[in-house]
C-alpha cells in the first residue's frame, strides 16, 4: 500500500509509538495522577515528559501552559467558546478547516460575535496589507490556519503575528498541519494561542491533540469536571493544566504521542520538511508538465506544506481516487477535505481536488508509483 493521506492522519506511525501504546495499556494500569500507587504515579510522570517534549518542540517556556485535547477541533473550539463574548470581532481568512468555520458561523448566530474573513488569493496566500487594515478595526481575535490542508500553502506567521500584537489582538493558529513538521517558536512570534492534533505530525495515535495557552491569558474551560486535584472544591482549579483537563487523560494516547514527538526530536523538523520538499519537488516537475493534470496551490517546493491537490480534465475526482485506490492500492482524499471555503478559493468548490500528502516514510519510490498509476489512468503507458 502507498499511503499519501498523512493530512488527515499520519500513516504508519514509527515502532516506537506503537510499542509505548501497547506497554501502557499492557503494564502501566491506573489512572494518571490520581492516586499514590506505583503504576498511577508512573502514568503521571509519562503524562508530564510528554508534555515537556511538546514545550520544547515549539519553545513554549512553562509547560503547564500546554493541555491535552482530542485534536485540533477540540482546542479550536476551547479557545473560541472561552474567549469570545456577545460583540467581539473576529478576523480569519477563506482557508479555514471547518473546525475553524463551523464553531465562528454558529458563534455569529448564537453568540453575538461579529466575524470578518480575509479572502486569501487562487493560491492560498493572505494580502497582508488588507488583513492590517482590517486589525484596526477594534479585533478581538485573529484565527489564523498555519498549513493549509488542500494545497500547503504556509502563512507567513511572523509578519501577522507583528500586525497582530500591533493592534493589541489576540492569536489563534490552527497548526493541525504544521506541527512537527515545519518549525514553530511560539516565544519568538509572541502566540497566545497554538492548536495542534496529535495524530497528524507529532505522529502520535488518533484522539490526541493539545492547546497552548500564553501566560495571563485566562479563558472559560470547555469541560468541567474531576481533575484529581482540589477535589474538595465545586469550583474547576483556577490553575493550568488542571483548569482544562477535566476527567480521566487518555494516557496510552498521551504516552504514543511523547513517542511519536521524540521521533521529531531526534529527526529534526528541519530534515522532516526537506524530505517533504524532495517527494514535492519529483512530483511536481513531472505532473505539471502533463496538460491534463490542473495542479492548485503555490508549486513552490521548498516554500509549501508537502500537500498537493490536482484534477484531471475530463475525469472525475472522485472516480481517479478510487482507481488509485482499488487498481493500484493508493491511498489519497479526494472532495473538500472539510475546507469548502479553502476550495472556494482556489476554484474547486463544490467538486474538490484529488489531494495527495506526503509523510516521513514515503519515499521517492512511492513517487514514481504514484505518476506511474495516474499515467496509466490517463491511458498514456502500461505498468
Ligand atoms: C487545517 C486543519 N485544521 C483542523 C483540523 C482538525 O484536526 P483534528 O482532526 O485533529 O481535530 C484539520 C484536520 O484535518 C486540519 O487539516
Sequence with gaps: MIYVDNSATSYPKPKSV????????SNIGGSPGRSAYRTAIELGRIVFETREKIASLFN???????IFTSGTTESI??????????????LTTSMEHNSVMRPLRFMEKNCGIKLDIVRCSPEGEIDLDLFSNKLKNNVKLVVINHGSNVIGTIAPLDEICKSVKKYNSL?????AQTAGIY??????????????????????PQGTGCLYIRDNISIRPLKFG?????????????????????????APGIAGLGAGVSFVLEQGVEKIFE?????VKRFL???????KIKVYGPKKPDKMLPIISFTIDGYDSAAVAHRLSDEFDICTRVGLHCSPWAHKTIGTFPSGTIRVSFGYSNTTEDVDNILKALNVILNKNKL
Aim: hydrophobic share 35%.
Design 171 to 175: 492569536i489563534l493558529v490552527d497548526a
Design 77 to 90: 473550539n476551547t479557545v473560541l467558546f472561552g474567549l469570545l463574548n456577545s460583540g467581539d470581532k473576529v
Design 18 to 25: 506503537l510499542e509505548t501504546v501497547i506497554n501502557v495499556i
Design 275 to 279: 524530505h517533504g520538499t524532495l517527494l
Design 183 to 204: 518549525p514553530i517558536d511560539v516565544e519568538k512570534i509572541k502566540l497566545d494561542f497554538l492548536a495542534c492534533s496529535g495524530h497528524k505530525g507529532l505522529l502520535g
Design 285 to 291: 516537475d513531472e505532473i505539471l508538465s502533463n496538460k
Design 60 to 66: 513554549i517556556k512553562n509547560s503547564n501552559r500546554l
Design 226 to 250: 474531576g481533575t484529581g486535584s482540589n477535589s474538595e472544591s465545586d469550583e474547576q482549579p483556577e490553575f493550568l493544566p488542571d483548569r482544562f483537563e477535566s476527567g480521566t487523560l487518555n
